[in-house]
């Protein structure tokens, strides 16, 4: 580690103390962009380092909400407004009792590069609570959502920071959230991603977190001489990111063999069958472990790991750290040779170094799930236009923005000396736009 990448990196420790997943965020990147920071003392004179990594502002709150038997709950409310260099704040909403300041400045701090390297004009931010919307009624989650966003709605706006979903935020979330809004302010704009079709929100946006991974993880095979036709794959997670992750490879050639939650995993010889997934997940709202009963010949495992299931190709697309070092070289043991980042951070630093070293490829979160918040981005733009583009005009533009970070991350990498390293690449890529635009607007 360089003398400099140790000071900022002490720093932020000494600043932050205990928020782990942050610290952990900032020394990947600082990592990476060292070799920036050395051809460019421009950036070290003008703080910008120092500046990216201290939220713009940091927003805590109380949520206090009355359940179905009458008993007041309080949950604690977050969002952290991380740097608008490039537009407004733009980012999800975490509801998952994990949830605190770490978590969401972790997820903050990556959404700024990712942001940066969707080509569109939009700034990092990143939310939440600390509340369980599992087990919950509607009218609970309804009850919540209304108290989370009395209190939010102080902060946002269609030009200043548009929340959008995360874990444990889907449709029904946005649609709550939304309702409040608009009550309050007494204005239809877009202030929030992810609605519903028909109150403003975009076709395809649903899909495109995990078609945009795919759309990436074909790229980055392509330029390595490989493609998902007949290639086994393994998903972790089976929401959101995962069931469309899975959709497309599946479209491609691809046999998704495993899919999980944090209960257990279920392998399917035959193929994961996504329509079941999806009325188990987004119907019923129910555990994985129900798969079996729809396809018989699948297996569920309570526990244990999906990376001891052989694959080619790892799609990592639940949560943070779900691949540590040991399981990378499980993988890598049994033949995988590609991992694709849907979810934020799911690898552990030592284990996207392990595969490195191994010449695993390696898409990188920021870049291979940055559909998600690129097409939120063009929801934002139907918003303002006052218009709703088709399907296939949102899918076709995801899938050249996808081709775009690629290509950036690849020539990042080629530029700095680190060809096929396209986590170097990526970080590489966000930071360079997000300095230049801090670096022209002057210390502030
Ligand atoms: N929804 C989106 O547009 C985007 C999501 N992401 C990331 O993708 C990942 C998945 O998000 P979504 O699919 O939207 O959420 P979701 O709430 O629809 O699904 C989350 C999935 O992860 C599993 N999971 C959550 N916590 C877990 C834990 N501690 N251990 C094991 N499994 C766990 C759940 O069982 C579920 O299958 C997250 O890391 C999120 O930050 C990234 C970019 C955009
Ligand atoms: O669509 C958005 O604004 C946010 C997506 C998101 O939270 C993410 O990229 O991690």
């Not at 990196?9 to 997943?21: A, C, T």
């Not at 129910?286 to 018989?296: D, F, Q």
Request: aromatic fraction near 10%; include cysteine; proline fraction near 3%.
């Amino acid at each position: 580690m360089s003398s400099i990448v140790k000071k900022y990196l002490d720093d932020v420790k000494k600043r932050n103390p205990g928020e782990v997943e942050f610290h952990q965020a900032v020394e990947e990147v600082l990592e990476s962009i060292a070799p920036v920071l050395e051809k460019n003392p421009q950036y070290v004179e003008a703080g910008i380092v120092e500046r990216l990594l201290e939220p713009e502002r940091q927003i805590m709150f109380r949520v206090p909400w009355v359940d179905d038997k009458g008993v007041v709950q309080v949950n604690r409310g977050f969002r952290v407004q991380f740097n608008s260099a490039i537009g407004p704040y733009k980012g999800g909403l975490r509801f998952h009792p994990s949830v605190y300041l770490g978590i969401i400045k972790f997820l903050g701090f990556e959404q700024i590069f990712k942001n940066s390297l969707t080509t569109l004009p939009i700034g990092g931010g990143k939310g939440g609570s600390d509340f369980d919307p599992k087990g919950k009624s509607d009218a609970e989650v309804m009850r919540f959502c209304q108290s989370f966003m009395t209190e939010l709605c102080k902060y946002i706006g269609a030009d200043t920071d548009v929340p959008a979903g995360d874990i444990g935020v889907g449709g029904r979330e946005i649609g709550f959230m939304y309702g409040q809004y608009r009550k309050i302010r007494n204005e239809f704009v877009g202030v929030l991603t992810g609605k519903g079709i028909g109150w403003g929100g975009s076709l395809a946006r649903t899909e495109a977190t995990g078609y945009g991974l795919i759309y990436f993880t074909r790229e980055m095979l392509k330029a390595n001489g490989k493609s998902f036709d007949g290639q086994r794959v393994v998903i972790s997670g089976s929401g959101n990111v995962a069931i469309y992750a899975c959709q497309k490879a599946q479209s491609y050639g691809a046999k998704v063999v495993v899919v999980s939650d944090s209960n257990g995993y279920v392998i399917d010889e035959d193929g994961i069958d996504v329509a079941t997934v999806k009325e188990i997940k987004e119907v019923q709202r129910a555990r994985i472990s129900e798969y079996v009963k729809a396809r018989p010949n699948a297996t569920y495992v309570a526990g244990g790991s999906v990376w001891d299931v052989k694959c080619d190709i790892a799609l990592p697309c639940s949560t943070q750290n779900d691949i540590n070092e040991e399981s990378a070289k499980k993988l890598v043991a049994n033949g995988c040779y590609a991992v694709g980042e849907g979810a934020n951070m799911p690898c552990t630093n030592e284990a996207v170094k392990y595969f490195l070293s191994k010449g695993i490829l390696v898409g990188p979160a920021k870049a291979a799930n940055a559909g998600g918040v690129a097409t939120s981005a063009l929801e934002m733009s139907q918003n303002s236009q006052r218009l709703e583009w088709t399907f296939e005009e949102v899918d076709a533009k995801l899938d050249s923005i996808m081709t775009s970070i690629f290509k950036a991350c690849d020539e990042s990498s080629k530029e700095f000396g680190m060809t096929g390293n396209y986590v170097a690449g990526a970080n590489i890529a966000g930071f360079q736009k997000v300095a230049k635009a801090m670096l022209a607007q002057g210390i502030i």
